[in-house]
C-alpha cells in the first residue's frame, strides 16, 4: 500500500477507542495543554537566547543565517549555538502550531 503526501489543507480524524472515553479525552486534553505550555516556556527561553546573540553582535537571527551560511564567518562556539537555538525555535513553533490546530470532535 502506498501512502500519498498530505496537503497542508487537508484534514484528517484521528479516532481512538476505549471503554472510556470520556476519561481518555479528559487525560488527552491535559497532556496537550501541559505540553503546550511546556513548549511555549521554552520558546521564550530560545527567543530569550537569540536576543541575547542579536545584541551581542548587532545582526538580526536572520543576518547572521545568511552570513554564516554563505561562509561569510569562522565558525564559533556562539555561533553554533545561535544556529542551534534558530534552528529551535523553528522546532517548538511548528510544535506548538500543531498542538493548537486540534480540535477535538465529537
Request: zero cysteines; hydrophobic letters at 35%.
Amino acid at each position: 500500500m502506498q501512502t500519498q503526501p498530505l496537503e497542508s489543507n487537508t484534514t484528517n480524524l484521528i479516532k481512538l477507542r476505549s471503554s472510556q472515553p470520556e476519561s481518555l479525552k479528559a487525560m488527552i486534553k491535559t497532556d496537550l495543554n501541559n505540553r503546550l505550555r511546556d513548549l511555549e516556556s521554552g520558546l521564550q527561553k530560545t527567543q530569550t537566547r537569540l536576543k541575547e546573540f542579536e545584541t551581542q553582535y548587532q545582526w538580526s537571527t536572520e543576518q547572521f543565517i545568511s552570513l554564516f551560511t554563505n561562509d561569510k564567518l569562522q565558525h564559533s562556539e556562539d555561533f553554533d549555538e545561535w544556529l542551534g537555538e534558530s534552528w529551535m525555535l523553528d522546532k517548538i513553533q511548528q510544535k506548538i502550531a500543531i498542538i493548537k490546530e486540534i480540535e477535538f470532535v465529537d
